[in-house]
């Protein structure tokens, strides 16, 4: 039978979102299809919850590589353990989240076995034994379809591009293996540091509120921070305002930063370069709020305000706050 | 140290893209400039030649007019450059073509970009490390060095680890890294005498083994502009409609 493995990431016992809109896609799917989902889970300690969530998304099998090695992201450690899995269970597809771990593991593993990989993928047609795949490329100024015939594939998923999925729970077979014993130790983490505020991630956000150079200085995102509050939002940036000093590179959206895709993308005081809609153009719902009526952020939005985000900011947050109360 | 910086040509940022059939784009009348991502792994490479002396060597595979661009990265410093003379540019072609010619260099450090604007793939640095046997960094926004390690920032998801391998070593780098510099007219002159070799590469047997097609993003239907000079007003018809279209 045909297998689908999902590697998925975790975070204070529950799984990244990111991990669980694959769960959640492949397994509508697989209800349809004979294919079996296999789910590996890794760590130094797996929260005995993570087991039922996965199981709520009709997983097959749950491999496990509970070990102290496993803590920390580590390629030279990983990839011994990991090919092996993949060896051993033979799937078609392996899925990643489009994250720090997925992008830098997918790709060498996908070397490794001397197979595609499929970057960055936003949406999937499967039929029978093809699958489609689109994503962006230039920017998302064009779709790349890709179309694969059955032999094993590395996919990594942009967050936020699957809906909600209904649960379908199963009893998976359960099992742990030990990793490899590595030779190579070539490649050390020696720390890491966390980022100090738990800032929320731009690229898993949800909602985010982004500023440009219309905020005129860096004490002025205040305004957006406390908007994003309410909403529950991340706080992201033009370039213009990074470059400016205001917001750290961390927060940049767009071709030279992150590429999001929110439900939802304020956009404040942002004039709407190519280069910034190349990484929130695949939001579901933008709003724009610029003084300028010819802004050409105004050509990509659901919704725009033309009015000073000075005056406009604050009453949003207000009339939200009375919301979000009730 | 030697140092070899992968450098790829990219669509400018400013391109409006033309499709001339769902498998090829129009590149008429297309202006070129180096991967933005490429520009820090080049600049990077020149600060560290300034501190320990060395080469840098550009790599490319690309069109035979890509040569043109690759003087841009000659003009901001680096000693010369080498183009592999490929059709195809595809992550795999490309790894295994830089793989086939790198192999014969004895060199300290690959720099390279950790991803290209065009094709959003992030992948050639991974799958030519894995290739050459070497270590690589990904996503990198900061280098030191200190006895015989390299030490660098990589950006994680919230966090940054700090990694330390060993010459040869492989890192690629997001921006944050390093402001590029911008050539100097002594360069620019010095950039046109300065050499790049030409590697005609081996017509690679076509494994296509899957089908891309593209598609341009259908055209956005006009959005819901509101007037924003009564802002109670304009704000309670934004909050009307995101309730509509269940985003909040
Ligand atoms: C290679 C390359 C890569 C790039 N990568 C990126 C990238 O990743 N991300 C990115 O964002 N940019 C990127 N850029 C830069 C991009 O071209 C633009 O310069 C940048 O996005 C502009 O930022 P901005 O919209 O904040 O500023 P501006 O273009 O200056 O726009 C400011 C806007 O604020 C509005 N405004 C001013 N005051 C108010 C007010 N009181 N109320 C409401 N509106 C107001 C103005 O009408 C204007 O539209 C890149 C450029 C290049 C060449
Ligand atoms: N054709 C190429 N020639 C030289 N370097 C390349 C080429 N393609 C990709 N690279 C390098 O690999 C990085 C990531 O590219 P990609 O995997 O295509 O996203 C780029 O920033 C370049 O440094």
Not at chain 1, 18 to 32: A, E, H, T
Not at chain 1, 125 to 140: A, L, M, Q, S
Not at chain 1, 315 to 323: G, P, R
Request: proline share 4%; net charge neutral; glycine share 6%.
């Amino acid at each position: 039978m045909d297998k689908i493995l999902v590697i998925v990431e975790h975070k204070n016992g529950l799984l990244k979102k990111v991990s669980q809109q694959i769960l959640g896609f492949i397994s509508d799917f697989c209800r349809q299809s004979e294919k079996k989902i296999l789910v590996l889970i890794y760590g130094e300690k797996i929260a005995e919850r993570l087991f039922e969530e996965v199981a709520s998304w009709g997983a097959d099998e749950i491999i496990t590589i509970e070990n102290q090695c496993f803590a920390n992201y580590n390629p030279a450690i990983f990839i011994p353990t990991i090919a092996d899995v993949i060896k051993k269970n033979s799937p078609q597809l392996v899925f990643f989240g489009n994250t720090a771990v997925g992008r830098d593991l997918s790709p060498r593993l996908a070397q490794y076995f001397n197979s595609y990989m499929i970057s960055d993928v936003i949406d999937i047609k499967i039929e029978k034994d093809k699958f489609c795949f689109t994503r962006p490329v230039y920017g998302g100024k064009l779709f790349e379809e890709v179309e694969t015939n059955g032999e094993l594939v590395f996919v990594t998923v942009r967050p936020n591009s699957f809906g909600n999925s209904v649960n379908y729970h199963k009893n998976p077979h359960i099992y742990n293996i030990e990793p490899k014993a590595i030779t190579n130790f070539s490649y050390m983490v020696s720390d890491i540091l966390r980022k100090e505020s738990e800032e929320k991630s731009l690229s898993e956000a949800e909602i985010i509120v982004s500023g440009g150079k219309g905020l005129k200085s860096a004490e002025n995102f205040v305004l957006l921070e406390e908007l994003a509050r309410v909403l529950g939002a991340a706080v992201g940036a033009s370039r213009s305002a990074v470059d400016a000093g205001w917001r750290p590179y961390s927060s940049q959206v767009g071709q030279t930063g992150k590429t999001v895709k929110p439900k939802l993308y304020i956009a404040c005081g942002i004039s709407g370069a190519m280069q910034h809609l190349a990484g929130m153009s695949t939001s579901q719902v933008i709003v724009a709020i610029n003084k300028d009526p010819e802004a050409p952020i105004f050509k990509v939005a659901d919704y725009g305000i033309i009015g000073d985000l000075f005056e406009i900011v604050p009453v949003l947050t207000e009339e939200l706050k009375k919301i979000f109360k009730d | 140290m030697k140092i070899l910086v992968l450098v790829k040509e990219t669509f400018d940022t400013e391109t409006k893209i033309v499709l001339e059939n769902s498998k090829k784009i129009n590149n008429e009348g297309i202006k070129y400039i180096i991967n933005p991502y490429d520009e820090f792994a080049i600049e990077e490479a020149l600060r560290i030649r300034e501190k320990f002396g060395g080469e840098v060597v550009i790599y490319s595979v690309g069109r035979r007019e890509s040569e043109v661009t690759l003087r841009n990265g000659l003009a901001l410093g680096a000693d010369k450059a080498k183009l592999i003379v490929s059709e195809k540019i595809d992550s795999i072609t490309v790894s295994k073509l830089l793989a086939e010619n790198i192999t014969k260099e004895e060199f300290e450090i690959i720099l390279s970009g950790w991803i290209a604007i065009d094709d959003n793939n992030a992948q050639v640095p991974a799958r030519l490390s894995q290739l050459l046997d070497i270590p690589l960094v990904n996503v990198v926004t900061k280098i030191d060095f200190s006895d015989d390690k390299i030490i660098c920032h990589r950006e994680g998801d919230n966090t940054v680890e700090i990694i330390k391998v060993s010459p040869p070593a492989m890192i690629a780098v997001q921006r944050g890294i390093n402001e590029p510099r911008y050539p100097t007219v002594k360069n620019i002159l010095q950039a046109k005498k300065k050499q790049i070799d030409l590697i005609i590469s081996e017509n690679n047997e076509d494994i296509n083994r899957i089908n891309i097609t593209y598609q341009l993003p259908e055209v956005k239907k006009a959005g819901l502009i509101i007037d924003g000079s009564k802002p109670e007003k304009a704000v309670n018809i934004l909050i009307q409609k995101l309730k509509e279209a269940k985003v909040l």
